[in-house]
């Protein structure tokens, strides 16, 4: 193999990584459902405590979710909206994550 095809090789694997590193830093949504279980107040409250909200901006997303039946409620990266996702099935939410576009 010559020291060419080496460097091409080197120079592919280098932009593979770099597009799995793009793919990767994409921002996440993380997107809240609405249920007929949990009150709008508990709901509120959430959205208040885990991603420290406002009271103000934790009743606009909660009214969102209760009338639109959805709401993005955070973004980031994909390990960070897993992790909320994962808790806000820990305070009983129904919620997943959406690639952002």
């Known amino acids: ?10 120079e592919e694997g280098t932009d ?7 793919l990767n830093s994409r921002p ?5 459902w609405n ?4 009150l709008m107040s508990y709901v509120a409250w959430v959205f ?3 991603f420290g909200h406002s009271r103000e901006k934790a009743h606009q997303l909660m009214l969102q979710v209760h009338h639109e039946g959805r709401s993005v ?4 990266p994909r390990e ?3 992790r909320d996702v994962t808790a ?4 009983g939410l129904q919620a997943t994550l959406e690639e952002s576009e």
């Open 80 to 82: 960070k909206a897993e």
């Open 35 to 38: 249920d007929p279980v949990n």
């Open 1 to 10: 193999m010559s020291s060419a095809a080496g460097s091409t090789l080197t």
């Open 88 to 91: 806000l099935h820990g305070y």
């Open 73 to 76: 409620v955070a973004s980031g």
């Open 16 to 22: 593979l990584d770099l597009q799995g590193r793009v």
């Open 48 to 50: 208040r405590s885990y």
């Open 28 to 32: 996440y949504k993380v997107v809240v």
